[in-house]
């Protein structure tokens, strides 16, 4: 129902930071729980964090993403950030933005499944020296 586009990725060195954008179409944002993803070539896809619908919306943060990594909603403009600090090498990957119905999902079933209704189209993440 909802359409996302993700932007912001690129090429970092480590204890950087980066902001990933993603920014919804089709329906509101602040009707879904949010998630944002990662994957290696050749690894399967893995929860970073899951963000439950409304400003003060609770968290699931993945183990690799605690006290790094956040996400926070604009409303205004129907799109969602992911901050991401102290950045480290294993962090390389392919990141994405899923949004999943909290008739289908809590925050901590869709990071745990990795399962949403609509997926952004990844972007790439690296970090090196």
């Known amino acids: 129902q909802v359409q996302l586009v993700e932007s912001g990725g690129g090429l970092v060195q480590p204890g950087g930071s980066l902001r990933l954008s993603c920014a919804a179409s089709?329906?509101?944002?602040?009707?879904?729980?949010i998630g944002w993803f990662r994957q290696v070539p050749g690894q399967k896809r893995e929860a970073v964090l899951c963000?439950?619908?409304?400003?003060?919306?609770?968290?699931f943060y993945a183990d690799s993403a605690k006290g790094r990594f956040t996400s926070f909603r604009n409303s205004a403009e129907n799109s969602v950030y992911l901050q991401m600090n102290n950045l480290k090498t294993d962090d390389t990957a392919v990141y994405y933005c899923a949004a999943a119905k909290p008739l289908s999902m809590t925050a901590q079933v869709m990071c745990f499944m990795v399962g949403a209704d609509s997926w952004g189209q990844g972007t790439q993440v690296t970090v090196s020296s």
């Open positions: 089709g329906s509101t944002l602040d009707d879904y729980i």
């Open positions: 963000n439950n619908v409304g400003e003060d919306g609770s968290t």
